[in-house]
């Protein structure tokens, strides 16, 4: 690796939630947003003492690996990033990402990328408790990942189709996501929520993922909007105080749509519009707009 090289956020399109119950997942790296490693002879981040030392206890990486990284971070070495924290756009992510690529991946078990990611799975489940490992793998990798019955496909050559534009939405709050997700798990043992949210929720995923990557925008955008509606109605607990209104505000317009961005809880709420729509006119002006992607 390229001492200078840069991590980027990543971005979850589809598969928030439902993919613990089976549907695909499609992430992208964000690059308005990146993080690298960096060294200073005037820092001790104990943050880092105290990584280094969860992985040494994991015995995911020989243990003379796990010294070398100990010794340059009580050296110095920082993570230094602008990626937003606790706003669910993998600043976990890039930093193992990041780690992981400078002191670890030369001795990782053959390259193989389902090894790679159950390696950078157990290094994020120090920030998380749990992690399927996908955040970082894409920010590693820098390329669109899709997950796909429990197997990770790297799509290089995915293109953004024409016509589409990303906004995320700023709540303002920082998100913490252990307790959604069991909340979302406890939901998912009652027939209700699984007969009228989650079989068509899954559906809707799969097919906006399909009809995103094959640029069948008539299609995908039927199906994003029944996310969109599914989620409104049925995932109230993750939203913030300021979310619903202006996600309401959406649901009945054509060419735009509001969705979560990961567990939501806080962080960022990720939007869809046509190209060339005025996105202020429709949300109001007491949203944040980060444009993402043309």
Request: charged share 20%; proline share 4%; with cysteine.
């Given at each position: 690796?390229?001492?200078?090289?840069?991590?980027?956020?990543?971005?979850?399109?589809?598969?928030?939630y439902t993919v613990l119950?089976?549907?695909?997942?499609?992430?992208?790296?964000?690059?308005l947003w990146q993080g690298r490693l960096k060294t200073s002879a005037s820092v001790t981040d104990q943050d880092l003492l105290h990584f280094s030392n969860y992985l040494d206890e994991k015995k995911i990486f020989s243990g003379e690996s796990c010294v070398a990284f100990r010794?340059?971070?009580?050296?110095?070495?920082?993570?230094?990033?602008?990626?937003?924290?606790?706003?669910?756009?993998?600043?976990?992510?890039?930093?193992?990402?990041?780690?992981?690529?400078?002191?670890?991946?030369?001795?990782?078990?053959?390259?193989?990328?389902?090894?790679?990611?159950?390696?950078?799975?157990v290094m994020e489940g120090y920030f998380h408790g749990t992690s399927?490992?996908?955040?970082?793998?894409?920010?590693?990798?820098n390329v669109p990942i899709l997950r796909e019955l429990n197997s990770y496909?790297?799509?290089p050559g995915l293109k953004w189709p024409d016509g589409i534009q990303l906004f995320l939405l700023d709540s303002g709050v920082e998100r913490t996501t252990g307790h959604l997700v069991q909340e979302y798990l406890q939901w998912t043992t009652h027939d209700n929520f699984n007969i009228q949210c989650l079989r068509p929720l899954v559906?809707?995923?799969?097919?906006?993922?399909?009809?995103?990557?094959?640029?069948?925008?008539?299609?995908?955008?039927e199906h994003l909007k029944l996310i969109s509606y599914l989620q409104f109605d049925y995932f109230r607990p993750m939203m913030t105080d300021s979310i619903p209104a202006l996600w309401e505000s959406t649901l009945d317009?054509?060419?735009?749509?509001?969705k979560l961005c990961g567990a939501g809880g806080g962080g960022y709420y990720l939007g869809f519009a046509q190209e060339g729509l005025d996105i202020m006119s429709i949300i109001g002006d007491k949203a944040t707009v980060i444009s993402i992607l043309r």
């Amino acid at each position: 690796m390229s001492a200078d090289r840069t991590y980027p956020a990543k971005l979850l399109l589809f598969g928030e939630y439902t993919v613990l119950s089976g549907s695909r997942a499609l992430a992208i790296p964000l690059h308005l947003w990146q993080g690298r490693l960096k060294t200073s002879a005037s820092v001790t981040d104990q943050d880092l003492l105290h990584f280094s030392n969860y992985l040494d206890e994991k015995k995911i990486f020989s243990g003379e690996s796990c010294v070398a990284f100990r010794q340059v971070v009580a050296g110095g070495l920082y993570f230094e990033s602008n990626i937003p924290r606790g706003y669910g756009v993998g600043s976990s992510g890039a930093l193992c990402a990041a780690i992981y690529d400078r002191f670890f991946a030369d001795t990782a078990d053959d390259g193989d990328i389902s090894n790679i990611r159950r390696d950078l799975a157990v290094m994020e489940g120090y920030f998380h408790g749990t992690s399927s490992g996908m955040d970082p793998l894409v920010s590693l990798m820098n390329v669109p990942i899709l997950r796909e019955l429990n197997s990770y496909h790297l799509l290089p050559g995915l293109k953004w189709p024409d016509g589409i534009q990303l906004f995320l939405l700023d709540s303002g709050v920082e998100r913490t996501t252990g307790h959604l997700v069991q909340e979302y798990l406890q939901w998912t043992t009652h027939d209700n929520f699984n007969i009228q949210c989650l079989r068509p929720l899954v559906q809707s995923v799969d097919h906006a993922i399909s009809f995103f990557i094959n640029a069948h925008l008539p299609s995908f955008w039927e199906h994003l909007k029944l996310i969109s509606y599914l989620q409104f109605d049925y995932f109230r607990p993750m939203m913030t105080d300021s979310i619903p209104a202006l996600w309401e505000s959406t649901l009945d317009e054509p060419g735009i749509a509001v969705k979560l961005c990961g567990a939501g809880g806080g962080g960022y709420y990720l939007g869809f519009a046509q190209e060339g729509l005025d996105i202020m006119s429709i949300i109001g002006d007491k949203a944040t707009v980060i444009s993402i992607l043309r």
